[in-house]
């Protein structure tokens, strides 16, 4: 016996359903629930967090620059002492041209036999972009003028061409240091190879520590020294002459010897 219900019993009967979660109360065709579940792809478990995060991306570290070797390319390229010159203003690797006003690179002749290199620029060098200015400057002159040599002389036999180690006035007129001096060398080297003096003097502590690989001024000067084939002559720094006024005798005797030197080379 078949049993009916009424509209609201049946309305009531739906919104249960639908309660449930029934979606749909009649479909186009028959569904088999079972073969459903197993026809559904089979869930992926979530891979770890640790998976799930993309790799970093790989970062090649530039190589670091060696400043001695691309000081040695620089000065290398440099075939005059002009172009050495732009070579020098265009290092970036040595700090001390960030501190500094001017490249002190030379002065005086430089076709001269002879060819001083003093220390590190001071105030007033870094001031006017030359070596041996100021007081020092001005006994220098004047000991060279003893000789008969002048650095405004025209003439290579009586002229005199002056350069320093280092090129930037190092921060509160402090000593360079090892690192600078070895890292601004080649450009010193190639300084006297372009430059072909037939003397060279060492004026001062940092010209030997440069050149000679040594200190102790006092010591070397008036011992000749051989540089690169020429024969270089350590002389105390006329700063120390100025406070050592004493010294001056021994200085007299060194220029002496640098004459006598220039006239056996003639």
């Known amino acids: 016996m078949e049993t009916q219900i009424d509209y609201w019993q049946a309305h009531a009967l739906l919104e249960w359903q639908i309660e449930l979660g029934a979606t749909e109360a009649i479909a186009e065709v028959p ?26 991306p790989v970062v090649v570290a530039a190589k670091e620059v060696d400043p001695i070797e691309a000081a040695m390319a620089l000065a290398k390229s440099a075939t005059s002492l002009d172009a050495l010159r732009e070579a020098m203003a265009g290092f970036d690797l040595c700090d001390l041209k960030r501190g500094a006003r001017n490249l002190v690179f030379s002065d005086g002749n430089p076709k001269a036999r002879v060819m001083i290199i003093g220390e590190a620029p001071g105030r007033e060098e870094d001031q006017q972009g030359k070596p041996f200015v100021g007081r020092s400057g001005q006994l220098l002159d004047k000991m060279f003028a003893a000789i ?51 003397v060279i003097v060492l004026m001062g502590n940092w010209a030997c520590t440069a050149l000679l690989g040594r200190a102790g001024i006092t010591r070397l000067r008036g011992t000749w020294q051989t540089i690169l084939g020429k024969p270089a002559m350590p002389m105390t720094h006329p700063a120390y002459l100025l406070r050592t006024p004493v010294a001056k005798r021994e200085a007299w005797a060194d220029l002496l010897d640098i ?8």
């Open 148 to 198: 008969g040599m002048d650095r405004t002389s025209p003439d290579t036999e009586h002229a005199l061409y002056i350069t320093n180690p280092i090129p930037w006035r190092p921060p509160e007129n402090r000593d360079p240091t090892p690192a600078e001096i070895a890292m601004l060398k080649p450009f010193l080297i190639r300084h006297i190879e372009l430059a072909d003096p037939d």
């Open 31 to 56: 569904v088999n629930r079972y073969e459903v579940a197993a026809a559904a792809p089979t869930p992926v478990p979530d891979a770890p967090a640790a998976a799930r995060r993309p790799a970093p």
């Open 259 to 266: 004459q006598a030197r220039l006239r056996s080379l003639t």
